[in-house]
């Protein structure tokens, strides 16, 4: 069981920047896949990055953010990160953290654990 919570939200302008946090309690994650997903209202929920801890760290990010956002972990402080870089109204939305346990080595189609999320709101 893992329990994460998110923080590190507001509000920006357009081209500013934001570092999300999730905090993450619970089971040894060193077997875990951990991402971030976000939702804006009327769509559908969509990954933006990924990071496969028991494979090497391996990350993975969507055409969408690629360039602009970072994924990273300490594992001293069982925190998981989200740089965003250079952010448009487009990357409004509710952004939540989720872990799930590797199968295979490789990172589920499914998560199976989520933080509440925490808001990212960026203004033209």
């Known amino acids: 069981q893992v329990h994460l919570v998110e923080s590190g939200g507001g509000s920006v302008q357009a081209e500013g920047s934001l570092r999300l946090s999730c905090g993450a309690s619970?089971?040894?994650?060193?077997?875990?896949?951990m991402g971030w997903f976000r939702q804006a209202p009327g769509k559908e929920r969509e990954e933006v990055a990924r990071i496969n801890i028991g494979e090497r760290l391996i990350t993975y990010y969507p055409d969408s953010v690629k360039g602009r956002f970072t994924i990273s972990l300490d594992n001293a402080e069982n925190t998981l990160y989200l740089q965003m870089n250079s952010l448009a109204p487009g990357d409004t939305a509710q952004y939540s953290c989720?872990?799930?346990?590797?199968?295979?080595?490789?990172?589920?189609?499914?998560?199976?654990?989520w933080g509440r999320g925490t808001q990212v709101t960026v203004s033209s």
């Open positions: 619970g089971d040894s994650y060193s077997q875990y896949c």
């Open positions: 989720a872990a799930a346990h590797t199968v295979g080595g490789f990172c589920p189609a499914k998560f199976d654990y």
